[in-house]
T-cell receptor, first 113, second 117 residues
Framework: DGGITQSPKYLFRKEGQNVTLSCEQN?????MYWYRQDPGQGLRLIYY???????QKGDIAEGYSVSREKKESFPLTVTSAQKNPTAFYLC????????????FGSGTRLTVV | AQKITQTQPGMFVQEKEAVTLDCTYD???????LFWYKQPSSGEMIFLIY??????QNATEGRYSLNFQKARKSANLVISASQLGDSAMYFC??????????????FGKGTKLSVKP
């Protein structure tokens, strides 16, 4: 079945460490997205990519980095520069330029210990 | 600037009754899409319903319908015959192609719906 796989489901990070969250899709979607969700809040856009080897900052990109070397993969690195990384992270994808057809992964819950 | 407003942080509804979740939006783009998602405690985002700005009729999907009032910039979700499994967070979202969101989804802060037996 086609979909988006995020791993791991739970992730614990020590302060000062970089961690990478995985997002893989087999939907042949062109666009991919990373969102952050804090408790009781909506989703905020971190980074997005419309095509391979290209990505743009979203509303809260500081302290995060991404890469898009393959169409199916869009990993997110939470760097030590991100001061408050504890949150729920959701990856999404969409086919092409239209505004329909978003698919979400099941999320990664990151906790700083 | 593009914005989604959900004014109800929490709602209660009796099982088998209907409930309306409010959503207003703001965009200058004439071409946009409106979405509702359900997020249970597991965290996954479940797509419920979509309304395009040029759609003449209100969207419906089973027990879900979207009350689209374009002039008021309102896109309320109506859930008929509520079930205990409907208890979750509900998010309204918008995507416009040529406005500030550049095709990206922007979300409201959500409404927590609790269904009482």
């Amino acid at each position: 079945d086609g979909g988006i796989t995020q791993s791991p489901k739970y992730l614990f990070r020590k302060e000062g460490q970089n961690v990478t969250l995985s997002c893989e899709q087999n939907l042949n979607h062109d666009a991919m997205y990373w969102y952050r969700q804090d408790p009781g809040q909506g989703l905020r856009l971190i980074y997005y990519s419309q095509i391979v080897n290209d990505f743009q900052k979203g509303d809260i990109a500081e302290g995060y980095s991404v890469s898009r070397e393959k169409k199916e993969s869009f990993p997110l690195t939470v760097t030590s520069a991100q001061k408050n990384p504890t949150a729920f992270y959701l990856c999404a994808s969409k086919p092409g330029q239209g505004n329909y057809g978003y698919t979400f992964g099941s999320g990664t819950r990151l906790t700083v210990v | 600037a593009q914005k989604i407003t959900q004014t109800q942080p929490g709602m209660f509804v009796q099982e088998k009754e209907a409930v309306t979740l409010d959503c207003t939006y703001d965009t200058s783009d004439p071409s946009y899409g409106l979405f509702w998602y359900k997020q249970p405690s597991s965290g996954e985002m479940i797509f419920l319903i979509y309304q395009g700005s040029y759609d003449q009729q209100n969207a419906t999907e089973g027990r879900y319908s979207l009350n689209f009032q374009k002039a008021r910039k309102s896109a309320n979700l109506v859930i008929s015959a509520s079930q205990l499994g409907d208890s979750a967070m509900y998010f309204c979202a918008m995507s416009d192609l040529y406005g500030g969101s550049q095709g990206n989804l922007i979300f409201g802060k959500g409404t927590k719906l609790s269904v009482k037996p």
